[in-house]
């Protein structure tokens, strides 16, 4: 519902600015007609569509005050505040001035010649041209406001726009008051039609100079600085009280470490390469791979374990980094290029050392350009292990990626702020038709299982969209979500599974007697580098031509037919397992207070027009940061009024899942790292500051994080000596 009020809402802006400039061209025009019956017959049509205008406003009004009634006030503030407001307050000086003006002139019916020059006068009196004049200024701001809305505080601004409206109408009326004068004179006569083409033709091209020049200066404005010190985002955002920045002792980044010293219990080599290279399936791709693998090797470690991993960058020629995706690891070991260390350029190496502390299915992957190198291989699965774990029967993680193949070198993605298609938008990578895997292979894939043996699928989405997953066959638990346990799983039938992109689900199940098939459905393996604009559908897919793509067969015999793909429900995590207690509650007082609108804009982003990707109506690197002090208790609302989802991660942390849309979360606690917050969701969020740092806090939609849809997470005190931005080599997304 909130999606259609967010596209209503902007629809019905630009139609109401459309509307009421066909009015505005009226009634200026209307006391230059030739003739009285000619004034009085468009007076009459004037005064119809004055009532069209009108109805269209109220309705556009009605949209706003909707939207702030179904997603909160906070969702739709700047749609009342600058787009409902000031057109109803110029609407009701149209409904008293006006519209009697045009009522008047409407039923006149005598045709003297001084009745005409009488009539004349009247259509050019200022309190019929001016209120429509006025209110056009004001709905065509209010819908610019609408496609570019500003960031908050809002307070400056609209005190700036009302300002601005004012002096125009007192311009448009003095402006009115002479156009009287002019044709009160004797020697006066209508304009011919060479005097109105000129002055056409000039209002046409002031309209274009001024747009051009608009857009060039916020084109040169969207520009991302090509140095930035990321501590810079300590602007922040109004909490409701909480610390203000610079309270605690400064800290430096560098200090947050894991172990230095001792003996790792697990020590890994990751090597990054860039070359071309087949998957499993036989298909080419123009890969970036660790270890010369896609994806990378899994790491298996055990909770509590020293793990030591060296990142080696053989001839990635952009740099490589590695992040631990859901591992609250310290800050400096969580491989963002720019932030907490600076990219691995080629023949560099870089060491991380830490010791996970909860058992779990996580990934990693690079951080240094996430939306190309994630696309095209740098990624592989983290498995974390309890110490005693001792997993019986099969435990498998399946990888899901979709992969271009058969790819041209050279044909990269585009940088930042370039937009893109339904491929080179989405992953950044080499052109050709996307094909789905688990791991390297995209056929269909068996695996002969005995009947009774205990199964694990670690579900691991390594791509920008939310996958659903199909898994026929058999009744199954849903054991964890992102590394986080379930409490008192019961079984699961007849539903669907979707994860958000880099999101992950562990089920169990015992293999029956017939087989048992992982599917991911609504996917698009077909799409090519040519289709345009491609958001996430509405099962988890990539634009169109949505098929059954990768899947996996377990099957005792290893011959029988998989069973047909589910297609009931999506299973809903809000209300599944055991209740039990957590942290937070409806009676919790909490320190910092947090409300982020993901949204839609139109503008330019590093210089490149575009439908920008927003946080509260800014993008990279004006978001604020949110400022937070150790140990306090963080409540974050999430809503999103965009035209697609938004997996938010949140970087050195897990968040509780308290409500959506409003209902309460009454099953097991669901800890989460990746969010997947659906168009028209509103989700409230929790968690404890308790891992200092400063730390990303994205869209993981790789390609909206490119896109700008990046903020920061910042621990007072917390300063960082790396920096990003084109000059540095150091470009995170």
């Not at 897990?654 to 659906?678: F, I, K």
């Amino acid at each position: 519902m909130v999606e259609n009020l967010f596209e209503q809402n902007v629809l019905w802006a630009v139609l109401a600015a459309v509307f009421w400039g066909f009015a505005a061209r009226g009634a200026r025009l209307l006391a230059l007609r030739g003739t009285a019956r000619s004034i009085r017959r468009r007076a009459r049509l004037g005064l119809v569509l004055l009532g069209i205008c009108l109805l269209v406003l109220a309705l556009r009004v009605a949209l706003a005050l909707a939207l702030a009634g179904a997603a909160g006030w906070r969702a739709a503030d700047d749609f009342v505040l600058f787009a409902a407001v000031p057109p109803v307050l110029a609407a009701v000086a149209v409904a008293a001035l006006a519209v009697p003006a045009y009522w008047r002139l409407a039923r006149t019916t005598r045709e003297t010649d001084t009745e005409e020059t009488a009539l004349r006068r009247a259509a050019a009196q200022a309190r019929l041209v001016v209120p429509v004049r006025a209110c056009f200024v004001t709905v065509l701001a209010g819908a610019l406001f609408t496609l570019h809305p500003p960031a908050p505080p809002y307070a400056g601004v609209f005190v700036l726009q009302t300002a601005v409206l004012a002096v125009i109408a007192g311009g448009l009326l003095l402006l009115q008051q002479s156009r009287r004068t002019a044709m009160a004179a004797p020697d006066w006569r209508l304009p011919g039609r060479a005097r109105r083409l000129l002055r056409s033709t000039a209002a046409v091209t002031c309209v274009a100079v001024l747009s051009v020049g608009g857009c060039t200066l916020m084109a040169q404005q969207s520009r991302v600085p090509g140095r930035m010190d990321e501590s810079h985002h300590l602007h922040t955002y109004d909490a409701g009280g909480g610390p203000a920045a610079g309270q605690v002792p400064v800290r430096d980044l560098t200090t947050l470490t894991g172990p230095r010293t001792g003996e790792p219990d697990r020590r890994f080599t990751l090597t990054a390469t860039e070359r071309t290279r087949r998957l499993a399936s036989g298909e080419k791709v123009a890969a970036l791979a660790f270890n010369d693998r896609l994806p990378g090797p899994e790491l298996r470690v055990r909770r509590g374990e020293l793990v030591e991993v060296v990142l080696v960058n053989r001839n990635v020629p952009d740099g490589v980094t590695l992040h631990w995706h859901g591992v609250d690891v310290p800050n400096a070991e969580d491989g963002v290029a720019g932030v907490t260390q600076d990219a691995v350029r080629p023949g560099g190496r870089h060491v991380y050392r830490f010791r996970p502390d909860r058992a779990g299915t996580f990934w990693y992957h690079s951080h240094q350009q996430s939306s190309t190198a994630v696309a095209r291989g740098l990624f592989g699965a983290l498995i974390v292990e309890e110490p005693d774990a001792r997993p019986p029967g099969l435990d498998r993680t399946v990888v899901a990626h979709a992969w271009a193949v058969d790819g041209v070198k050279g044909q990269a993605g585009p940088p930042r702020g370039a937009g893109g298609g339904a491929l080179s938008g989405r992953n950044g990578q080499l052109g050709g038709p996307l094909r789905t895997a688990f791991g390297d292979d995209t056929r269909a894939q068996r695996e002969k299982v005995p009947v009774g043996t205990p199964v694990r699928l670690r579900l691991v989405n390594a791509d920008n969209c939310p996958r659903t997953y199909s898994l026929a066959g058999t009744a199954f638990k849903v054991v964890a979500i992102d590394g986080n346990d379930v409490l008192g799983p019961t079984d699961v039938r007849d539903r669907r599974l979707r994860v958000a992109g880099g999101g992950r689900y562990d089920v169990t199940f015992r293999q029956p007697a017939g087989p048992v098939q992982l599917t991911v459905v609504g996917d698009a393996n077909a799409v090519g580098a040519s289709g345009g604009f491609e958001g996430c559908g509405e099962d988890g897919a990539y634009g169109e031509g949505r098929t059954e793509t990768a899947s996996l067969l377990l099957d005792p015999t290893g011959a029988a037919e998989p069973p047909p793909a589910v297609t009931g429900p999506l299973f809903d995590p809000l209300h599944y397992g055991a209740r039990a207690g957590t942290p937070f509650g409806p009676g919790t007082a909490y320190d910092r207070d947090f409300h982020l609108v993901l949204g839609n804009s139109f503008g330019f982003f590093d210089g490149s027009p575009m439908v920008l990707w927003t946080v509260n109506n800014a993008v990279y690197p004006d978001i604020p940061a949110l400022l937070v002090r150790e140990g306090d208790r963080v409540r974050t609302t999430f809503v999103n009024r965009s035209l697609d989802d938004h997996p938010m991660h949140l970087h050195g942390h897990r968040m509780l899942v308290l409500s959506r849309d409003g209902e309460r979360a009454t099953g097991s606690p669901w800890w989460t790292d990746t969010l997947n917050v659906a168009p028209g969701e509103r989700y409230e969020v929790a968690f404890t500051a308790g891992n200092p740092g400063l730390w990303m806090d994205h869209c993981h939609n790789l390609d909206h994080a490119r896109d700008g849809m990046v903020l920061h997470l910042a621990y007072d005190g917390v300063r960082t000596p790396y920096e990003a931005g084109r000059s540095t080599g150091n470009l995170p997304e």
